[in-house]
């Protein structure tokens, strides 16, 4: 009888293992700490897939040609919000945006909702 106790305790463990990786492992999307308190969480991931990535670590993984400049395809493989705005980001039409760029044209986003909300 000693025999048959873990052969079905097995099975048992084969499906709590997988639960268990599940629950474990981070989104791949989202692998880095949490964002600086100064980051706007409107650009550095989604709250309800883990920890947010900063958007220096989004915009450095989305730039695989690792030039500092931002492509439309770049960007819709890895900063959809950016991607979405990226004609505005981009005013002077350069057909790439860097993170300055993307951080004037947050702060001017901020600045208008500030002035629209006072």
């Known amino acids: 009888m000693r025999i048959f106790v873990p052969l079905l305790a097995f099975p048992l463990l084969a499906f709590a293992v997988p639960v268990q990786a599940q629950t474990a492992a981070p989104s791949p999307d989202m692998t880095t700490p949490a964002a600086p308190s100064g980051e706007s969480p409107a650009w550095s991931g989604n709250a309800h897939h883990g920890p947010r990535m900063s958007m220096q670590q989004r ?3 989305a ?3 690792h030039d500092g400049k931002l492509t439309l395809e ?3 493989n890895g900063m959809r919000r950016v991607a979405r705005h990226f004609k ?3 005013k002077d039409g350069k057909g790439y945006v860097t993170l300055d760029d993307i951080h004037a044209y947050n ?3 901020h600045k208008a909702h500030q002035h629209r909300a006072g």
């Open 63 to 65: 730039n695989t040609t």
């Open 88 to 90: 505005d980001i981009d």
């Open 59 to 61: 915009f450095d993984a």
């Open 107 to 109: 702060a001017a986003q």
């Open 74 to 76: 770049q960007a819709n």
